[in-house]
C-alpha cells in the first residue's frame, strides 16, 4: 500500500456550526493525519478556479455563491491510499445514501451543504494541494 497525500476542504456549512474538530477526528480516527491545514475564505475567483471543472453544469453558481458564504477549512491528508480511504471516510454524496459513521451521514445538512470534499483521484488531489498549499506548508 502506498502513502498518498489527498486534499479536503470543510465546507461553510460545516465550520458555521463549529463542527472542524469533530470532521478532523473523525479522519483522524479512520487513519489519516493532517499534514497541512489552514481556515480560510474563498475570494469568488477562488472558488470559481477552483471548481472550474463545473464552470457548464448547471449548478456552478450556487456551488461558488455556497462556497464563499462563510470560511472553510483546506487540508492535506495523508496515508494509505489517502485518496480512496478519505472518499470511504467522507461518504456518499447525498447524506441519504451515506453510510453510517461516515462524515456526510454524520454532519451534512443536505446534497449541496454536505459538509466536506475531497479529491476524487492522485491525479486531482495533487492539483487541489497545489491550488491551496506550497510543498513546504506540508509538514508530514
Known sequence: MAIEHTFSIIKPDATRRNLTGKINSVIEEAGLRIVAQKRVRLTREQAE??????????FFGELVDFMVSGPVVVQ?????????????????????????????????????????????????????????????????
Open 76 to 140: 492535506v491528508l495523508e496515508g494509505e491510499n489517502a485518496v480512496a480511504k478519505y472518499r470511504e471516510v467522507m461518504g456518499a454524496t447525498n447524506p441519504a445514501n451515506a453510510e453510517e459513521g461516515t462524515i456526510r451521514k454524520l454532519f451534512a445538512e443536505s446534497i449541496e451543504a454536505n459538509s466536506v470534499h475531497g479529491s476524487d483521484s492522485l491525479e486531482n488531489a495533487a492539483i487541489e494541494v497545489a491550488y491551496f498549499f506550497a510543498q513546504t506548508d506540508i509538514v508530514g
Open 49 to 58: 478556479g477552483f471548481y472550474a471543472v463545473h464552470k457548464e453544469r448547471s
